[in-house]
C-alpha cells in the first residue's frame, strides 16, 4: 500500500516561500506521475501542478510561474517549490498519484498560511 505524507507547510508572510514535500512509502514513487492539490474550505481540491514519471511539469495558472514541482527518486519525494506566496495561495496541500485519486485516498495534507 502506497503512503503518502506531506509536510513543509507553516506561517509565512506574502512575497515568502516554502518547499513542500511529499514523501512516500510502500511503493517506488519514479513510477508514478504525481500531483499537488490544495484545498480549502467547502471547496474541492484543486491541482497545483503535476510531473510525470519522466518529469514533464505542469501547472495550474493561478500557480503558474510562481511555483516549480520536481522530484527526487532516490529519495522517493516530491516537491513543491512556493514563491511569492500570496493570501490566496492558502490552504490545505496535498500530493497524490492518479491511483491514489482514482481510490479516494488522501494523507492529512500540510498547511500553508499566508498571513502578514
Known amino acids: 500500500q502506497v503512503q503518502l505524507v506531506e509536510s513543509g507547510g507553516g506561517l509565512v508572510q506574502p512575497g515568502g516561500s516554502l518547499r513542500l514535500s511529499c514523501a512516500a512509502s510502500?511503493?517506488?514513487?519514479?513510477?508514478?506521475?504525481m500531483a499537488w492539490y490544495r484545498q480549502t474550505p467547502g471547496k474541492q481540491r484543486e491541482v497545483v501542478a503535476a510531473?510525470?514519471?519522466?518529469?514533464?511539469?505542469n501547472y495550474a495558472d493561478s500557480w503558474k510561474g510562481r511555483f516549480t514541482i520536481s522530484r527526487d527518486n532516490a529519495k522517493n519525494t516530491v516537491y513543491l517549490q512556493m514563491n511569492s506566496l500570496k493570501p490566496g495561495d492558502t490552504g490545505v496541500y496535498y500530493c497524490?498519484?492518479?491511483?491514489?485519486?482514482?481510490?479516494?485516498?488522501w494523507g492529512q495534507g500540510t498547511q500553508v498560511t499566508v498571513s502578514s
Open positions: 497524490n498519484s492518479p491511483y491514489g485519486v482514482a481510490a479516494g485516498y
Open positions: 510502500g511503493s517506488i514513487l519514479s513510477t508514478y506521475d
Open positions: 510531473i510525470s514519471s519522466g518529469g514533464l511539469t
